[in-house]
């Protein structure tokens, strides 16, 4: 296995240890609506994600500015979004699974696409 794809690994396991931790939080501690619950846990895990990505997986030193970065990674980061509360909201409206299951789910299935999206489009035109 590359050595940048376990970097991924390990910043992808920190951002959703993170994730998956608020939103347990707020789905069974504050009872928030998973899908209000997934949208704020994705958005701290997304910054997270973004500034070790950068900085430890991808070695991005470029000489564009931060915030061009930082829009093209919100731009995956959304299609991402788009996509994991799709597969959430399947997963537990139409195959009845528990939502601290299927949030195991979501995040597997993207690994792959987040990984392929940053190592193509973010980190390589930054």
């Known amino acids: 296995m590359p050595l940048k794809f376990q970097k991924y690994l390990l910043g992808g396991a920190l951002s959703t240890g993170f994730d998956i931790t608020i939103f347990n939080l707020l789905v069974y501690f504050l009872n928030i609506n998973y899908l209000i619950s997934n949208f704020i846990s994705f958005i701290f895990a997304m910054l997270i994600a973004f500034f070790f990505h950068k900085y ?5 030193i470029s ?5 061009y970065t930082f ?3 919100l ?3 959304i299609s991402s979004l788009i996509i994991n509360s799709l597969l959430l909201y399947t997963l537990i409206t139409y195959a009845s699974l528990n939502p ?3 949030k195991f789910i ?5 690994i792959i696409y987040n990984y392929m999206l940053l190592n193509k ?3 390589k035109l930054s």
């Open 56 to 60: 430890i997986t991808f070695s991005n």
């Open 63 to 67: 000489n564009n500015s931060i915030m």
């Open 71 to 73: 829009f093209l990674f």
């Open 75 to 77: 731009l995956t980061s």
């Open 100 to 102: 601290f299951i299927a």
């Open 106 to 110: 979501q995040v597997a299935i993207m």
């Open 121 to 123: 489009f973010v980190f």
